[in-house]
């Protein structure tokens, strides 16, 4: 099973609609966790974090923890083409300060 | 404020060459990163350091790959001799020190390696 999984996509959302972006993680000592956007031939940008249960609101991104089910989502409202990218799930373990990625999830927006 | 710094942007090399890069952190960040990302994937990492000691060297490979940050700031990763499977984006990274700190990262050094 690995670490962090996402998945790959592509996803594919109508420009307007919320974009829904899931990962799970597998190790319960997880305690802090990130969501970065990548865009193609760029660096990682990070956009939010969470570090506790529920939601997470940052002008039109919502990041959601669950420790209990080991999940993590971002929604992404009134997606824009701007939003088509790359976002990766990042998990830090307790103890340490390693960040352990999943391989990301593509969004496509489309006009 | 400054972002991390990373030089070259793309880097061409044979195989059996061998290549460095050069990473200066956001100033006050004592903690850097060195990752590799190969396409399609997440970056994973190679090392990290705290001042200029090392934390977690665990998956750098160490026949090959090299790094180090003599005065706590700059950071350089070498790899000699290159193989083709090096070839990955490699990102530099820097944090406050704690464990919630996030991390930023710099725009990557393109390596190819033929």
């Known amino acids: 099973q690995k670490e962090v999984e996402q998945n790959s996509g592509p996803l594919s959302v109508p420009e307007g609609a919320i974009a829904s972006l899931n990962c799970t993680y597998s190790d319960r000592g997880s305690q802090s966790f990130f969501w970065y956007r990548q865009y193609s031939g760029k660096s990682p940008e990070l956009i939010m974090s969470i570090y506790s249960n529920g939601d997470k609101e940052d002008g039109r991104f919502t990041a959601q923890l669950n420790k209990a089910s080991q999940y993590v989502s971002l929604l992404i409202r009134d997606s824009q083409p701007s939003d088509s990218a790359t976002y990766l799930c990042a998990v830090m373990t307790f103890g340490n300060e390693k960040l352990t990625f999943g391989t990301g999830t593509r969004l496509t927006i489309i006009p | 404020e400054a972002g991390v710094a990373q030089s070259p942007r793309y880097k061409i090399i044979e195989k059996r060459q061998s290549v460095a890069f050069w990473c200066n952190p956001i100033?006050?960040?004592?903690?850097l990163y060195w990752y590799q990302q190969i396409l399609g994937q997440g970056p994973k990492l190679l090392i990290q350091f705290q001042n200029n000691g090392v934390v977690d060297d665990s998956q750098l490979p160490k026949d090959r790959f090299s790094a180090e940050r003599l005065k706590g700031v700059d950071s350089t990763l070498k790899i000699q001799p290159a193989k083709l499977e090096d070839s990955a984006v490699y990102l530099c990274?820097?944090?406050?020190?704690?464990?919630?700190?996030?991390?930023?990262f710099g725009p990557g050094t393109r390596l190819t390696v033929l």
């Open positions: 100033s006050g960040h004592a903690t």
């Open positions: 990274a820097s944090s406050l020190v704690g464990e919630n700190n996030e991390q930023f």
